[in-house]
């Protein structure tokens, strides 16, 4: 009898951060580590951190019941693009998380996240697809987030925040709390650099820095 497959789909740093909680989740469920895999298109070795890598087509191979995925890869535009690949072929989008992420009342995050140890999301919270929440990010009260946002270590962010698709926020970032009806914004695609302390909207595409963090102009 064939039984599911799961499977992490990018075998480098953030798919290494991702695998472990993986694994945890199934064998809470009792599903054992050999239903694991990563999946890499350009495999580094055949074994990562004592788990299977194999080729997209090698798992699509696979004996399997049902295909399940969720994609450790940090770059949103790449996980875009896989996450069509993977919806086109029939895998189903999975949302991993640490045994230790907490989330209070009236969360709805969409399929396909990525929760790493630390991270809390407070209440009243809506988040889109395939987001990524590393170590100690939070969110807090009334945000609403989009599509494959990606937020850094340590990224702070406070209550009445809207954060369109593809934005990244980078490690301990620091977005000042909005107000109802008038939410702190950033705009799709745009990215919140290292330690940026952000007191007004970000337009969509715009890089910003620094405290307080002003666009960045490139030399
Ligand atoms: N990768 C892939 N398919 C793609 C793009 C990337 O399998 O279409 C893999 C790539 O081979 C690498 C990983 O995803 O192993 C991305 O690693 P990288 O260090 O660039 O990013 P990170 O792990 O930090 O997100």
């Known amino acids: 009898m064939s039984l599911p497959l799961y499977a992490v789909y990018g075998g480098s740093g953030c798919g290494r951060g991702i695998m472990p909680l993986a694994r945890e989740m199934l064998r809470s469920q009792g599903v054992s580590a050999d239903r694991l895999v990563f999946i890499d298109d350009n495999p580094a ?20 019941s049902a295909r399940y995925a ?59 697809k395939h987001f990524q929440a590393n170590l100690y990010s939070y969110v807090e009260h009334d945000c609403v987030i989009g599509d494959f946002v990606t937020l850094a270590p340590r990224a702070c962010i406070n209550g009445n925040t809207v954060i369109e698709d593809h934005a990244y926020i980078g490690t301990g970032a620091i977005l000042r709390q909005g107000s109802p009806g008038k939410p702190l914004a950033i705009g799709r695609g745009a990215v919140i650099g290292m330690g940026a302390v952000v007191t007004k909207d970000v337009p969509p595409g715009v890089t910003v820095v620094g405290n307080p963090a002003r666009p960045l102009v490139k030399s």
């Open 45 to 64: 070795a055949e074994k990562v951190n004592g788990q299977l890598v194999c080729r997209y087509a090698e798992f699509l191979a696979m004996d399997a």
């Open 70 to 128: 969720v994609i450790g890869i940090a770059n949103s535009g790449i996980r875009a693009k896989l996450a069509d690949r993977l919806r086109e072929d029939g895998v189903r989008a999975w949302s991993v998380q640490a045994a230790n992420v907490v989330i209070m009342d009236d969360v709805q995050v969409g399929e396909g996240a990525a929760l790493s140890p630390f991270v809390t999301l407070t209440s009243n919270i809506r988040i889109g």
